[in-house]
C-alpha cells in the first residue's frame, strides 16, 4: 500500500539531508534497512505506537539546536573502574577513549567492520533490527541501520574484569548522531555494559545483543543532563538457552526521550529483566516503549518502569508480553508506575498481554498518583523536613525499579544521582 502523500515527503526529506557512509559488508543490511524505510515511511502521530508522543523534530531533515549543559559534575560512572569508550556528538574520539584491549572481549569500531569482507559482526548487523519490525514497525531504528556513520562491535568471549563504558560527549548544538552498535555474547560468556552521557542535540541509537547459551548481559544507561537534547534509542536483544539479560535506564532532563526495547526469548529457561527511572521536570516528554516476546518454554521477563514528573513534565509508557503459542510456563511480569508531584504533568500508559499458550503466569499494572499523604505526615510528624521527606518518598517509590541492577556499586552510583536530581530541583 502506497504511503501517505505527507509521510512520503516528509520521508523522502529526511532520507536526502542523510548520507550512507562507505557500507563494505554491511552493505546488503543497509540497502535492506533503507529499503524497509521507504516502504513503512518515518513515524507521524497517526501511527498507533506514536499516538503519546510527537515524532516531528526526531524525523525532521534539520536537528534543532540543544544548548550545551555543563553542570560541573563528573560523568556517571567516572568512578568505577571500567574500559572508556568515548563519542563526542556521534564520532569515536581515540585519544578521550582508553586502549580497546581487554581480556575476554574483542572490540572493533563499525568503520572497522564497514572496511572488512568478512567479519563476524557481517551477520548480526541489522539482522536483529529486521526481525524488530514485525509486528510492530520501528522506522527509525531502520533508518539507523542505514546511515549509522560510527559505532561498535563487542565480541564477548569470556568474563571481561571490568565493565565496558560508551561515554556520549555533547559539545556541538546542531549535532545530529547516528550509532549503531552490535554485541554478540558467546555461550557462559559475560559482561556488564554502560552508557551515560546526552551524546548530540539529537541522537539516534540503536544496539543489537545477541546472548547464545548460557551468556549473561548486564546493561545500565544513565541519560542526561541537558536539557534541551532529544533522543531516540532502540535496543534488540535475541536470548539463547538459560541466557540471562538485565537492562536498567535511568534518565533525567531532555526535552525529548524515546527509548524502545525489543526483547525475544528464544531459548528455554533465559531470563530478561528491563527496567527504567526517569525523572522530569518541566517540559520534558519521556516515552518507554517495550516489546517482549517469549518464543520459549520456562523463560522469565520482568518490565519494571516508574517515573517522577512535575511542573508539567509528561510520561509515557507502552509494554506489550506476547507469548507465542508453546512457550509454556511462561513467567511474565510488568509495571509501570508515576509520582505525580503536582496537577500539571500527566502519566499515559498502554499495558498489554497477547496470550497463545495456557501454562503460563502472567501479570501487568499501571498507576499513577501523588505522594503519600499518610507517609510524608508520618515522617513530617517526626521532625523531618517537608523537602528531605519529600525526597525520601520519591527515592522509596523508585526503589524498586534500581534493585534490578545486580551490582550494588553501579546501583549506589545511580541513587547518588537521583539523590543530586532531587536536591536541586526540590
Partial sequence: ???????????????????????????????????????????SRRDEYWKYTRPDTLVSADAPKAAIFDSGEPMVFNDVDRLQIVFVDGVFDAEASDDLSLEGVKIDRLEDICCKDIHWAKDLYGKLEERGQTPVQRPLAALNTAFATDGVAIHVTGKPSKPINLVYRHESEDS??????????????????????????????????????????????????????R?????????????????????????????????ELTGDDAVA??????????????????????DAVNCESRQVFKKVLRN????????????????????????SQSLLLDDDSQ??????????????????????????ETALFYLRSRGVPMKDATNML?????????????DETLAEEIVTRLEGWLSRHS
Fill in 394 to 406: 520519591t527515592l522509596a517509590f523508585l526503589a524498586e525499579a534500581v534493585d534490578e541492577i545486580e
Fill in 312 to 335: 508539567g513534565a509528561t510520561g509515557v509508557f507502552q509494554g506489550k508480553i506476547l507469548v507465542k503459542e508453546g512457550a509454556q510456563k511462561t513467567d511474565g511480569y510488568q509495571i
Fill in 231 to 263: 533522543a531516540v534509542t532502540h535496543m534488540f536483544t535475541r536470548l539463547g538457552q538459560e541466557s540471562t539479560y538485565k537492562s536498567f535506564t535511568l534518565t533525567a532532563n531532555g526535552v525529548l526521550t524515546r527509548n524502545e526495547q525489543v526483547v
Fill in 347 to 372: 502519566f499515559l500508559a498502554k499495558p498489554e498481554l497477547e496470550i497463545y499458550a495456557d501454562d503460563v503466569a502472567c501479570s501487568h499494572g499501571s498507576t499513577s498518583g501523588a505522594i503519600d
Fill in 273 to 294: 529483566h528491563v527496567a527504567g527511572a526517569c525523572v522530569g521536570d518541566g517540559d520534558f516528554h519521556h516515552d518507554d516503549t517495550v516489546f517482549v516476546t517469549h
Fill in 1 to 43: 500500500m502506497a504511503l501517505p502523500q505527507a509521510k512520503q515527503t516528509a520521508t523522502e526529506e529526511r532520507l536526502t539531508s542523510l548520507t550512507m557512509p562507505d557500507p563494505g559488508c554491511t552493505k546488503a543490511a543497509r540497502q535492506g534497512a533503507l529499503a524497509r524505510v521507504r516502504e513503512m515511511g518515518l513515524p
Fill in 176 to 229: 545530529d548522531a547516528i550509532l549503531h552498535h552490535v554485541i554478540r555474547v558467546e555461550s557462559d560468556a559475560e559482561a556488564t555494559i554502560l552508557e551515560a552521557g546526552p551524546a548530540a542535540s539529537r541522537f539516534n541509537k540503536c544496539m543489537e545483543i545477541d546472548i547464545a547459551d548460557n551468556g549473561t548481559l548486564h546493561h545500565v544507561r544513565a541519560q542526561g543532563r541537558d536539557h534541551e537534547r
